[in-house]
């Protein structure tokens, strides 16, 4: 009956809480709407079991998902040459998310000794559930192919580690992991597709902190597992029996969505969906001002003499450079790191910067710089910084893109004292 005939008409307050979702709401908008509804309605009760069931497409309830961030999961696939793509809150939370879902006490995983902080932090968590974590220096896929056991299910690598800038050889884990059929997770945060695509050497799944240069502008949180569609779901053990449904190459990304996403809880928001999205359209022309920047400040801080010694793929003494260029397409990142000469204080230069931002972000339209031993690498302790090679007066500058000259005079203002 429509409510015209009913003897007693729906309420404004009933027609107020329903005109949305009657009118439709994308109305030809240039941008996917922001949905941040915490759940979605169907008109017949067959509906909403075939979405539940999986055989209809659709959404249920927004922990497991948005159109938004649907939205942002094709345009990431899309930039990653990739299958498929499932986001979450956080960098971190894609991490372990991934983890928690693909891995059991009892197996064992590889991981490049120079990792981002927190990720290192949450293997130590998983290793008290009974995961074997050893860490290897990725430079070299030699040292993973020796740390190699008959439970090894997985090997992790950053593409440019933090704040050391070592580049690992991430073409020939990639060639090991198929040889030996294991799951090779890239975390790609430090390169973005705009430089690198893991897919190319043989990634199964990619990782991303959207927080870094996808979203760009320090003002959203996001993360991502991407599946790349290369690895065979069928010969891993860890797929529960109720995600072995249809064509394999898509199990394991099921898995991580209903036990990574779904039951750990960390999605992510359709607001910072949209902010990311729309970060993500100027991504190449971000990363073509910062890397060109970066090389810049990078020969000019290698030439003043307070300087000691600078970190960066690009300069041709980075033991790297070569797999670098050949792998990153003549572009070597935003990020740096450098060291005073012995004696000069490493707090007071900071002090001095004006443009530069003493912030701990990365990737950002606008140039921040921290003193790394003191700060996120604290935690550790001494031993663990003095084993991943950071000394006491690092500096890491992610670049942004002011313009060079700028970057340049403000750090001879700071280097001069
Ligand atoms: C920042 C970062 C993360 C974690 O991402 P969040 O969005 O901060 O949780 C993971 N990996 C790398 C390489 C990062 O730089």
Redesign the pocket.
């Known amino acids: 009956m429509s409510p015209e005939s009913d003897p007693r008409p729906e309420s404004t307050l009933t027609r107020l809480l329903h005109a949305d979702r009657r009118a439709g709401v994308e109305q030809g908008a240039v941008h996917k709407p922001m949905h941040p509804a915490a759940t979605f309605s169907y008109r017949t009760a067959a509906e909403l079991v075939a979405v539940f069931q999986g055989r209809q497409p659709g959404y249920v309830y927004a922990r497991q998902g948005n159109p938004t961030g649907a939205a942002l999961e094709a345009k990431l696939a899309l930039m990653e040459g990739a299958r498929a793509c499932a986001v979450f809150a956080?960098?971190?939370?894609a991490?372990g998310g991934l983890m928690l879902a693909l891995l059991r006490g009892g197996d064992h995983m590889v991981a490049s000794r120079h990792l981002?902080g927190?990720?290192p932090s949450l293997l130590g968590t998983l290793a008290g559930f009974g995961l074997e974590v050893t860490y290897v220096d990725a430079a070299d896929a030699a040292n993973v192919a020796a740390a190699l056991r008959p439970n090894t299910r997985l090997v992790f690598t950053?593409t440019v580690a933090?704040p050391g800038t070592q580049v690992a050889d991430l073409a020939g884990i990639g060639a090991l992991c198929r040889e030996r059929g294991l799951v090779y997770v890239v975390?790609n945060?430090?390169t973005t597709p705009e430089l690198f695509r893991p897919r190319d050497v043989g990634a199964s799944l990619i990782v991303h902190?959207?927080?870094?240069g996808i979203a760009g502008h320090g003002h959203a949180?996001?993360?991502a597992v991407v599946d790349t569609g290369l690895y065979d779901w069928s010969t891993y053990p860890n797929i529960a029996e109720a995600y072995r449904q249809g064509d394999p190459v898509g199990w394991g990304l099921v898995q991580i969505r209903k036990k990574g996403l779904r039951d750990f809880g960390a999605t992510l928001r359709a607001e910072d969906a949209h902010r990311i999205a729309t970060g993500a359209e100027t991504l190449g022309l971000r990363m073509q001002a910062a890397c060109a920047n970066a090389l810049g400040l990078a020969q000019w801080l290698q030439a003043q003499p307070q300087v000691a010694r600078v970190h960066y793929p690009g300069l041709g003494s980075h033991p790297q450079h070569e797999r670098a260029r050949a792998l990153f397409g003549g572009r070597y990142g935003a990020l740096l790191s450098f060291e005073l000469q012995p004696g000069l204080d490493t707090l007071a230069m900071l002090d001095r910067l004006q443009v530069a931002i003493l912030s701990s972000h990365?990737s950002d339209t606008r140039t921040l710089a921290i003193p790394v031993a003191q700060t996120i690498f604290w935690e550790m302790g001494p031993q663990r910084r003095a084993e991943m090679g950071i000394a006491d007066g690092l500096v890491r500058v992610s670049v942004g893109i002011e313009p060079l000259a700028d970057l340049q005079a403000d750090f001879a203002r700071a280097l001069k004292g």
């Open positions: 956080t960098g971190m939370a991490i981002f927190n990720t950053e933090n975390d945060t430090m902190s959207l927080t870094k949180m996001g993360g990365l």
